[in-house]
């Protein structure tokens, strides 16, 4: 049985791109049941609904207290039998009550070697702190920002002359090679 994947997103959607794309491939033995976005605008959710996959607009405007909201998304994914969730550029932080209901089964990208730069503009943050190397990361989610176990990191060098844009592109072709396969490793492991 396909192992369903349930993913979140705010934006521009290229790392939900990619995990559909190493789908198609055969290079991730998965589903996606459903792509959630807190946001109608989210540009992404075209290449969900592209791939024929379900989507689903959830606007936290919508919900009095962030716990509301959490309890309304955990409600959508376990009704279609989400297994892992994959934050994929969601701008929200989870409560416990989202953390809690999926232990050990969220993962999230994030565009820096944790534990370096966690939170905002990582990308600035690395050249701020004159960095040579950066990179991706992808790590189970707990009640910390940007802090749960470490399940894939790559590297990317920082080049001289690099703006903030040309470092987080260089990320973002990592990312969508790494994102797909920490969720193989994640689910083979389990
Ligand atoms: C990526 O850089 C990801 O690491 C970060 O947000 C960005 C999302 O990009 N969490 P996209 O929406 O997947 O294109």
Known sequence: MSRKLGVLISGRGSNLKAIIDAIARGDLAASIAIVISNRADAPGLEHAAKAGIETLVLSHKNYR???????????????????????????????????????????????????????????????????????????????????GPIVLQRQVPVMPGDTAGTLAARILEIEHQLYPEAITKLLTSA
Do not use: W
């Open 65 to 147: 207290t962030r716990e509301e909201y959490d309890h309304a998304l955990v409600g959508e994914l376990k009704q279609r039998g989400v297994e892992l969730v994959c934050l994929a550029g969601f701008m929200r932080l989870l409560s416990p009550v989202f953390v809690d209901a999926f232990p050990n089964r969220i993962l999230n990208i994030h565009p820096s070697l944790l534990p370096d730069y966690p939170g905002l503009h990582p990308q600035q943050q690395a050249l701020d702190a004159g960095a040579t190397v950066s990179g991706a990361t992808v790590h189970i989610v707990n009640a910390e920002l940007d802090a």
